[in-house]
């Protein structure tokens, strides 16, 4: 059973258009990392949250933390073909040492032309 | 900044042979180093944590005697995966925390092990 519970699964849409991942659990985290990773890559850390209710912008994605810490959500907007790949959510939970991280299942987005 | 380096990139090895891997902080010293192993579509498993000087922490399933962990310095990492078979076949991943930041982890390339 995992701690972080992403959804959807897969998100296949097309170029321009909006998209929003979650992230959520019942446990508290320290903090949040959102990833992305490509095929025979390892994975990019995009964001990193840590205060409840936190909203971080880079370009056209923005990342919330949810007020409790329980949650979080990724949305990009105008989605490029260049925005394709899985996109991972990690946890720090308050409750592990040494910075191990929960890992969500992923969420595989695709945009097409 | 915070750059993780993996080698090899890609190992093909026989059943029965041994096989290491490398995990490198080229541009900082690691708090922590973390292994992981991803099956195709699926997220990253958690294998072990391992810091500088001491013994690795295996999580609950992995094998220790198998996967072998030395954490010789503050930049490197050794994975050595003992008399491998095919089922060990997969894409291992090694990530590192920073001294000052514990909770982020930067990942390295990963490495492709196929044993035939």
């Known amino acids: 059973t995992q701690l972080l519970e992403q959804s959807p699964q897969f998100l296949s849409i097309q170029e321009g258009e909006n998209l929003t991942v979650y992230c959520n659990s019942s446990s508290v985290f320290s903090s949040l990392q959102w990833y992305r990773q490509e095929p025979g890559e390892g994975p990019v850390l995009l964001v990193t949250v840590v205060t409840g209710g936190e909203v971080k912008k880079l370009k056209r994605l923005t990342f919330q933390f949810g007020d409790a810490r329980k949650d979080s959500s990724l949305h990009i907007t105008a989605a490029q073909p260049g925005d394709t790949g899985l996109y991972l959510c990690?946890?720090?939970?308050?409750?592990?040492?040494?910075?191990?991280?929960?890992f969500g299942a992923g969420t595989q987005v695709v945009v097409t032309p | 900044g915070a750059v993780v380096s993996q080698h090899p990139s890609r190992v093909i090895c026989k059943s029965g042979t041994s096989v290491k891997i490398e995990c490198r902080s080229l541009?900082?010293?690691?708090?922590?180093m973390f292994w992981y192993r991803q099956f195709p579509k699926q997220s990253l498993m958690l294998m072990a944590t391992?810091?500088?000087?001491?013994?690795?922490?295996?999580e609950q399933g992995v094998e220790k005697d198998k996967f072998l962990i030395n954490h010789a310095s503050l930049t490197l990492s050794t994975l050595t995966v003992t008399s491998a078979h095919p089922e060990d076949s997969s894409f291992y991943i090694c990530?590192?925390?920073?001294?000052?930041?514990?909770?982020?982890?930067?990942f390295g390339p990963g490495t492709r092990l196929t044993v035939l």
């Open positions: 391992s810091n500088e000087g001491s013994k690795a922490t295996y």
């Open positions: 541009d900082f010293q690691a708090t922590t």
């Open positions: 990530s590192a925390t920073l001294v000052s930041s514990t909770d982020t982890q930067y």
């Open positions: 990690a946890g720090s939970l308050t409750t592990d040492s040494w910075g191990k991280l929960q």
